[in-house]
């Protein structure tokens, strides 16, 4: 196996890093989780706070992990003790590990779902043609299921295994090229559709017009949580790929193509669902279930839907694996460095790891759906703790650490790329990682979870 030199060598190629990491942030985050949100806590006024949090919060975050991971040249935990030896600052990278094996767990959750689609595109079903389908139900009937959502879990978890098997750069840069612009092709294609459903406009008001009275502390968490979850921050992938980033590449042009890529993709994905979801009376609220049942109820107003359907879903879990294999790759480059493990160990210990909790998370949709703990469902429990608890404690940590920590004439440096690059913003990203991210991100997050 090759050493992480090597390793980190292979990712020479400029455009390999880049296309990773974008391929880490754009996935079921940006498909599935974001419209969902969007839709559970009152449209356009959470779309405004979320674009906020991902520009004034979210992208100095990133840009600082990148800092770190390059400055650090290790994983998560060793990047953080390269740069402060016998402080405890690696702590923040084994909270960051923990959250990239829970996310892990619910994302194949619900990445085994697309498979479903993909599988069930093919029997047409989502098509004109098809009749009239009840797609609630079949939503309903397949996931609340004990075997068929296990068995796409497994099948997904597992493939996720294999890409990182083979190293980060071969695994991830071949895929993410290809299909994300096919991505978007689908995604305007179905706002498209949508849009020229009569009652769509409905639709265009609730995305984009703000009701600020919709606006508490819960809701400004979730929107906090959903940035960080979106742009893989606060956990550690940055940091991680930030230690394979070339030592002349534009640190501050990377993390702001790739934030505007990201939410990009994001409000494209919300025009294609809400419109629809308002044309078809159906209701934004519904939850975790809302992109499977809206768009196969677009697929069948559309000519050739099936093919169009089996398409998505096909690019959809692409997506997702780009997004996944990032998360597997924090604690296996962890494991590897720090235990001395193979690649193949560390893969096999932390796909055992996150796929014994993806049971739970599975389940919970179905058997297990009554178990519950403050009144949530597992994988409500999983994805609350994670995204809304690890990641935002995770970025607050980080800019903490680069803001008062840490020499910020080493920062100036690596952004800089030793002063041949000129960064005009420097200052102003130093206010930010200083002051308002860090006050900002803990206020939200106390007020979120009722502190304060
Ligand atoms: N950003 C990914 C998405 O939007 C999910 C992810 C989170 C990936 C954290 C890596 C780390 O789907």
């Given at each position: 196996?090759n050493t992480?030199?090597t390793?980190?060598?292979?990712?020479?190629c400029?455009?390999?890093?880049?296309?990773?990491?974008?391929?880490?942030?754009?996935?079921?985050?940006n498909i599935?989780?974001f419209?969902y949100l969007a839709?559970?806590n009152?449209?356009g006024?959470?779309l405004?706070?979320?674009?906020?949090?991902?520009?004034?919060?979210?992208l100095p975050?990133?840009?600082?992990e990148?800092v770190?991971?390059r400055?650090?040249?290790?994983n998560?935990f060793?990047?953080f003790?390269?740069?402060?030896?016998k402080?405890?600052?690696y702590?923040?990278?084994?909270?960051?590990?923990t959250?990239s094996?829970?996310?892990?767990a619910?994302?194949s959750?619900?990445?085994?779902w697309a498979f479903?689609?993909?599988m069930?595109?093919?029997?047409?079903?989502?098509?004109?043609?098809a009749?009239?389908?009840?797609?609630?139900q079949?939503?309903?009937?397949?996931?609340?299921a004990?075997v068929v959502p296990l068995?796409?879990?497994?099948?997904?978890?597992?493939?996720?295994?294999f890409?990182?098997?083979?190293?980060?750069?071969?695994?991830?840069?071949k895929?993410a090229?290809i299909?994300?612009?096919?991505?978007f092709?689908?995604l305007?294609i179905?706002?498209?559709r949508?849009?020229t459903?009569?009652?769509s406009?409905?639709?265009?008001?609730?995305l984009?017009?703000?009701?600020?009275?919709?606006?508490?502390g819960g809701?400004?968490?979730?929107?906090?949580?959903?940035?960080?979850f979106?742009?893989?921050i606060g956990m550690?992938?940055m940091?991680?790929?930030?230690?394979?980033?070339?030592?002349?590449?534009?640190l501050?042009r990377?993390?702001f193509?790739?934030?505007?890529?990201?939410t990009?993709?994001?409000?494209?994905?919300?025009?294609?669902?809400?419109?629809?979801?308002f044309?078809f009376?159906m209701e934004?609220?519904q939850?975790p279930?809302?992109?499977?049942?809206?768009?196969?109820?677009i697929?069948?107003?559309?000519?050739?839907?099936?093919?169009f359907?089996f398409?998505f879903?096909v690019?959809?879990i692409?997506?997702?694996?780009?997004?996944?294999v990032?998360l597997l790759e924090v604690?296996v480059?962890y494991f590897?460095?720090e235990?001395?493990m193979?690649?193949?160990?560390?893969?096999?210990?932390?796909?055992a790891?996150?796929?014994?909790l993806a049971?739970?998370?599975?389940?919970s949709?179905?058997?297990?759906k009554h178990?519950k703990?403050?009144?949530?469902t597992i994988?409500?429990?999983?994805?609350?703790?994670?995204?809304n608890i690890?990641l935002?404690l995770?970025?607050?940590?980080?800019?903490?650490?680069?803001?008062w920590?840490?020499?910020i004439?080493?920062?100036k440096?690596e952004?800089?790329?030793?002063?041949?690059?000129?960064?005009?913003?420097?200052?102003?990203f130093v206010?930010?990682i200083r002051?308002v991210?860090?006050l900002?991100?803990?206020?939200?997050?106390?007020?979120?979870v009722?502190?304060?």
């Open positions: 196996m992480n030199q390793n980190r060598d292979c990712f020479s400029k455009f390999g890093v880049f296309a990773a990491a974008v391929g880490s942030a754009v996935g079921l985050g599935w989780r419209p839709g559970e009152g449209g006024a959470f405004i706070i979320y674009i906020a949090f991902v520009f004034i919060l979210g975050v990133m840009l600082s990148f770190i991971g400055r650090g040249q290790g998560v060793r990047s003790k390269q740069l402060a030896p402080k405890p600052w702590l923040v990278g084994l909270m960051g590990i959250a094996l829970i996310i892990l619910f994302y959750t619900i990445a085994g479903e689609y993909a069930i595109s093919v029997k047409n079903i989502f098509s004109p043609s009749g009239v389908v009840d797609h609630a079949v939503f309903e009937q397949f996931h609340t004990t068995v796409w879990m497994t099948v997904f978890i597992l493939i996720t295994a890409v990182v098997l083979f190293g980060v750069q071969k695994g991830i840069e895929y090229k299909l994300l612009p096919l991505l092709v689908f305007v179905f706002s498209i949508g849009l459903l009569p009652g406009v409905e639709g265009l008001k609730f984009f017009y703000p009701d600020f009275s919709k606006i508490n809701v400004m968490l979730s929107a906090l949580g959903q940035a960080a979106s742009l893989s550690g992938t940091i991680t790929f930030g230690s394979y980033i070339k030592k002349d590449d534009n501050p990377s993390a193509s790739i934030s505007i890529a990201d990009f993709v994001a409000a494209l994905a919300g025009m294609a669902i809400f419109p629809a979801v044309a009376g934004p609220t939850g279930g809302l992109v499977y049942v809206v768009l196969p109820a697929f069948e107003q559309m000519t050739g839907g099936a093919y359907a398409g879903f690019v959809l692409i997506a997702a694996l780009t997004s996944s990032s604690p480059a590897r460095e235990f001395r193979t690649r193949r160990t560390a893969t096999l210990l932390g796909t790891i996150s796929g014994a049971i739970f998370t599975t389940l949709f179905g058997p297990l178990v703990l403050f009144e949530k994988f409500d429990n999983s994805d609350f703790f994670a995204s690890l935002p995770g970025a607050f940590f980080v800019v903490l650490f680069l803001g920590f840490y020499d004439k080493q920062t440096d952004i800089t790329n030793q002063g041949t690059l000129t960064v005009r913003l420097f200052p102003v206010f930010i002051f991210a860090p900002a991100i803990l206020l939200v997050f106390l007020k979120g009722g502190l304060i």
